[in-house]
T-cell receptor, first 113, second 113 residues
């Protein structure tokens, strides 16, 4: 398995507070992704990165921002958390090259109360 | 981006063969087809990948017709431990591709004793 570490793994926060989730990889993969998963919706792409300081929006990017200042780290920030952002967040990475597979982290459980 | 369509859920019994079909009508020439398995509270993990015809590994087979507009994941003799969500993903990571990867809703497979 690729070395992907998500932190924190579990967090409870209050509505209106900022929250940052971190994804750290040790594989030197070029691409990194943040997905959220909610019952009945599968995996939905929030933001992704195709290189240091190169990021783009996914399907459900409103209310989220990302940053990638180093190859190994991809940060997801909720500027002002809302209850609708209560979810499980998965980070994923893959490398350049046709046919490469994606590796997922173990998830971060976020509850906004 | 190739959109995928899968059945939302399937039921099976232990020992049976299960076939899950994914439709991807606008698959691009460079796109590979990859299937992932996800257990509750875990990140998805790679099962099998193919480009055309048939691919087999120790856990599954993947059938891809000549037009590549669909693919079928075949799980032989399923057991209770195969109960999971299965995702079909179509995409490629070439030098000219930004790597935006969109998952479908996945198929929830329930294996019964």
């Amino acid at each position: 398995d690729a070395g992907i570490t998500q932190s924190p793994r579990h967090k409870v926060t209050e509505t209106g507070t900022p929250v940052t989730l971190r994804c750290h990889q040790t594989e030197n993969h070029r691409y990194m992704y943040w997905y959220r998963q909610d019952p009945g919706h599968g995996l939905r792409l929030i933001h992704y990165s195709y290189g240091v300081k190169d990021t783009d929006k996914g399907e459900v990017s409103d209310g989220y921002s990302v940053s990638r200042s180093k190859t190994e780290d991809f940060l997801l920030t909720l500027e002002s958390a809302t209850s609708s952002q209560t979810s499980v967040y998965f980070c994923a990475t893959t490398d350049i090259g046709v046919g490469n597979t994606i590796y997922f982290g173990e998830g971060s459980w976020l509850t906004v109360v | 981006l190739a959109k995928t369509t899968q059945p939302i859920s399937m039921d099976s019994y232990e020992g049976q063969e299960v076939n899950i079909t994914c439709s991807h009508n606008n698959i691009a020439t460079n796109d590979y087809i990859t299937w992932y398995q996800q257990f509750p509270s875990q990140g998805p993990r790679f099962i099998i990948q193919g480009y055309k015809t048939k691919v087999t590994n120790e856990v599954a087979s993947l059938f891809i017709p000549a037009d590549r507009k669909s693919s079928t994941l075949s799980l032989p003799r399923v057991s209770l431990s195969d109960t999971a969500v299965y995702y079909c993903l179509v995409g490629a990571h070439g030098s000219s591709n930004t790597g935006k990867l969109i998952f479908g809703q996945g198929t929830t497979l329930q294996v019964k004793p």
